[in-house]
């Protein structure tokens, strides 16, 4: 039997009544999950009113009392994780230790929502002239929106609304068309903890959704995580429809391995940031450089990455996951058959069996030396579990290669030197940086913060700057007159 996967409008699982629907299929069996809608231009319309009618009243409620709903909505998220990671690892393909993960690090979010309140404190100077005093508030914006990727179905959307609703603010998630079952539990266990009908509602499609969503004059605030074009053209049409944007981008991020690095775990991280989650994560390393002789490492690493092998999520030899779509094998194949023409292949994963699973979107690990800055390899995202690996003769000459790539999301380095961890830290322009930490996600009391293309807008996901985004600021200056006292016009702008 087809499911249809529903909409999720006015705090209700609704039917869709589109005619367009798109199969949302099992990466490692190509079996059909659902049919997810694309939404209609009328149900895009009915979510955004019942979005506006609810932030009437929500934002009206004490933050206190929306940080309890976020308490009552982590428990809710703790008490169903293995069931979100079950969903998720089917539909992303991803392993089920990876979607627990992946559900956890969206859960720690909705903790820091929890505790907004703090953060959504104005500030206040006496005596601004004499008598006078000013002081501001933040207050919430209105209708917001999110438009989120495959590679996290639990943790992005979680960024998003849980932040977005503790400032006061209601929220339409379009969650990603590939794996979208994951979004609709979310938004179920947020009614369960006792959300308003209308603080959150799920349209389901593809661009033209978010199309309709982004020139909407009701929408205040358009959140965005994906690749860069579509970031780009989000930026550009969310902003030129003068709304608030904030839209995280592709990658492409680099390990600088130093000689005197310690060299198990730095080829360990290596492997795991590259190949975990078949390298569909944003924050996975895709190119090693080698400092000096460390690039005499390169074998040991071949053989590291080679022995792990991808597989069924609800398997535990699974070292991964299938690519999320036959059309995203393609292209990553393609680009490791340029790679083999531009630079040496040591390990290359194109023709990857999984036993059992003849239809899976399987890609084994591949690795390439002798990169040249030039390659196609090299210039492009490729987000599948590939590794490429350049060779060169300082930690200057690192950084400065970091630095002229056009992406900024995160770097790491492997050293024992403090000095040359301190250079990197200091001089590298890279939004996320790990010092012997291969994938350094910030926890999410601190912001995420991508740089160059990998961010266009200028306040970031989470922590205090996710609060600025998601609200304005007020700013008051106030006296009280006495009666008794005298009365002159001032003619300046001048308190006096
Ligand atoms: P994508 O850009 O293809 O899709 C992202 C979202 O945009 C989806 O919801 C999709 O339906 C929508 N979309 C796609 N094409 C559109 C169009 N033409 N107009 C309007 N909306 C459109 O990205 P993806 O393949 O789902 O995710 C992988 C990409 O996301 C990678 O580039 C990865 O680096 C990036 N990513 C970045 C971060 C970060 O924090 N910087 C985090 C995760 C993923």
């Given at each position: ?13 609704v ?14 069996t190509?079996?059909?999950l ?87 404190m ?36 979680l ?57 909407h ?61 078949a ?119 690192a ?10 999301n995160g ?51 989470y ?26 016009t ?7």
């Open positions: 039997m087809t499911i249809h996967l529903p909409l999720f409008i006015n705090g209700e699982l039917k869709s009544s589109s005619s367009k629907n798109i199969e949302v299929l099992n990466p490692a190509q079996e059909i659902c049919h997810v809608p694309c939404a209609t231009e009328n149900e895009i319309e009915v979510s955004v009113q019942s979005a506006l009618h609810a932030f009437e009243q929500w934002k009206e409620t004490p933050p206190p009392e929306r940080s309890r709903l976020m308490m009552r909505y982590q428990a809710l998220l703790k008490e169903h994780q293995e069931e979100l990671a079950e969903i998720l690892s089917q539909e992303n393909g991803k392993t089920l230790e990876d979607a627990r993960g992946d559900v956890w690090r969206g859960i720690e979010v909705v903790e820091q929502a929890a505790n907004i309140t703090p953060l959504l104005g500030e206040t100077v006496e005596n601004v002239a004499r008598g006078i005093d000013a002081y501001s508030y933040t207050q919430a914006l209105g209708v917001c929106t999110g438009i989120t990727p495959f590679n996290f179905p639990a943790m992005i959307p960024w998003m609304f849980p932040m977005a609703i503790a400032c006061g603010n209601t929220f339409i998630l379009k969650p990603s068309e590939q794996d979208p079952m994951t979004a609709n539990r979310l938004a179920e266990l947020f009614s369960e903890a006792g959300a308003p009908p209308g603080l959150l509602q799920i349209i389901h499609g593809e661009k033209e959704q978010v199309d309709a969503l982004l020139v004059p009701d929408i205040k605030a358009v959140s965005f995580v994906g690749s860069v074009p579509v970031g780009q053209y989000i930026y550009k049409t969310g902003t030129d429809n003068l709304k608030r944007v904030q839209a995280f981008a592709g990658a492409k991020n680099h390990m600088v391995v130093m000689p005197d690095a310690n060299k198990s775990k730095t080829i360990d991280g290596l492997v795991g940031s590259a190949v975990g989650a390298g569909q994560r944003c924050m996975a390393i895709s190119v090693a450089i080698f400092v000096g002789d460390s690039s005499e490492w390169i074998n040991e690493l071949k053989e590291k990455m080679a022995v792990v092998k991808p597989g069924p999520w609800d398997s535990e030899s699974s070292g991964y996951g299938p690519i999320i779509s036959h059309a995203a094998k393609e292209r990553i194949l393609d680009l490791i058959k340029i790679g083999r023409e531009e630079a040496t292949c040591l390990l290359d994963g194109s023709d990857c069996e999984v036993e059992g699973y003849p239809d899976g979107n399987w890609i084994g690990p591949t690795l390439f030396a002798d990169v040249k800055t030039e390659s196609t390899i090299y210039k492009t995202e490729i987000f599948g579990p590939v590794l490429i690996c350049m060779s060169v003769d300082s930690i200057e000459e950084i400065q290669l970091i630095n002229d790539n056009p992406f900024g770097t790491s380095i492997f050293t024992s030197s403090g000095h040359s961890a301190r250079k990197f830290r200091h001089e590298i322009q890279v939004g996320q940086v790990g010092i012997n930490v291969p994938i350094p996600v910030p926890l999410p009391f601190f912001s995420f913060t991508g740089w160059k293309q990998s961010f266009y807008g200028d306040l970031h996901a922590g205090k700057q996710a609060v600025r985004f998601y609200t304005e600021t007020k700013t008051v200056t106030e006296r009280w007159f006495d009666d008794e006292e005298s009365s002159e001032n003619l300046t702008i001048d308190l006096k």
